[in-house]
């Protein structure tokens, strides 16, 4: 049964954006020592339904119209926020990639998340879902009018070289550890991509491959380099490392297995999916790693159709 490999532009931006871009600022507030009536005004005129519960800065708690209307119905208006609030409270980082936000909307089924910065842990702003579809549709408006503008295509680059077989490479060094550019190189990648007239269905595949890829290098690893070799039948996606390796390959490509560090979990990343998320995104993947030495992940998408006319997958049989 051949795996569905479509992913859309919507699916691309998710991982190309971050969290920053689609929340909100001038959050509004609550301290943990007001009132429960002091929500009335505030949900009236700032109409909202809930708002994060902030001591010194930080984030302590959450309080919902629901809590308000508890409160209202059982006469406790001067009870103190602290004592209806909800303590343990979810948040999202602002460099966070957006597609982490979009799971953990369905993962909770919230309807809103705080945002906070990731040194400070300082609250910087929120996010809905609404917010999160009207950044996208805004970014989607913004690269349609790129595109009207600049139509910068080089799409047949490799029929106007003479030769007999025609490699491109592409290379772009990772740092580990560097959550602050996590993705940078994946978006450079496919950024290149585009001037040379990929097709957006493949190109969003190679993007989230590469991003998927990118981020295995920043958080198991001291660094490494992400690399792209672009022919006229397909665009192989390597990430390289010299990082501790994978002892058991099969166990890591189970989704949702992950040895990243709690504190790695507790930035928002490493949830186990990346792996998985690149085999189903490409037509072939290769993974080889030592233990102690490092790991090369190798990734094909074929350009339309695959080698000699033939299909993926049964250009990669033969290959």
Request: proline share 3%; hydrophobic share 40%; charged share 30%.
């Amino acid at each position: 049964m051949a795996t569905d490999r479509s992913y859309t532009k919507i699916q691309e931006l998710t991982y190309e954006l971050k969290v920053r871009d689609a929340m909100v600022g001038n959050v509004a507030t609550v301290s943990p020592g007001q009132p429960i009536r002091d929500l009335r005004d505030l949900m009236r005129k700032r109409r909202i339904s809930g708002a994060p519960v902030v001591e010194n800065g930080r984030v302590v708690g959450v309080i919902s119209i629901e809590d308000y209307i508890k409160c209202l119905a059982q006469g406790e208006m001067d009870v103190p926020v602290a004592e209806r609030m909800t303590g343990r409270v979810e948040t999202l980082y602002a460099d966070e990639p957006l597609v982490h936000a979009v799971r953990k909307f369905d993962q909770y089924g919230f309807g809103r998340f705080p945002v906070v910065e990731r040194d400070s842990r300082e609250l910087v702003g929120i996010i809905t879902k609404g917010n999160i579809i009207r950044c996208l549709l805004r970014k989607l408006e913004i690269e349609y009018r790129e595109e009207e503008i600049h139509q910068y295509r080089a799409s047949h680059i490799f029929e106007d070289i003479v030769a007999d077989r025609t490699n491109l490479v592409l290379k772009y060094d990772i740092a580990g550890g560097d959550f602050d550019r996590a993705g940078e190189s994946a978006s450079r990648l496919k950024k290149a991509l585009h001037r040379l007239g990929i097709e957006p269905g493949v190109l969003r595949r190679i993007a989230i491959a590469a991003f998927e890829a990118e981020m295995n290098v920043i958080v198991f690893t001291d660094g490494g380099q992400l690399a792209a070799s672009v022919c006229s039948e397909r665009v192989t996606v390597t990430a390289t490392d010299s990082g501790p390796g994978i002892a058991d390959i099969e166990q890591a490509m189970q989704p949702s297995f992950s040895t990243a560090p709690d504190w790695v979990r507790e930035l928002g990343f490493g949830a186990g999916m990346g792996l998985c998320n690149i085999k189903n995104c490409t037509d072939a993947m290769n993974l080889a790693s030592e233990v102690g030495r490092g790991t090369t992940l190798e990734a094909v998408v074929y350009l339309g159709r695959g080698k000699a006319g033939m299909e993926p997958e049964a250009a990669d049989a033969r290959a």
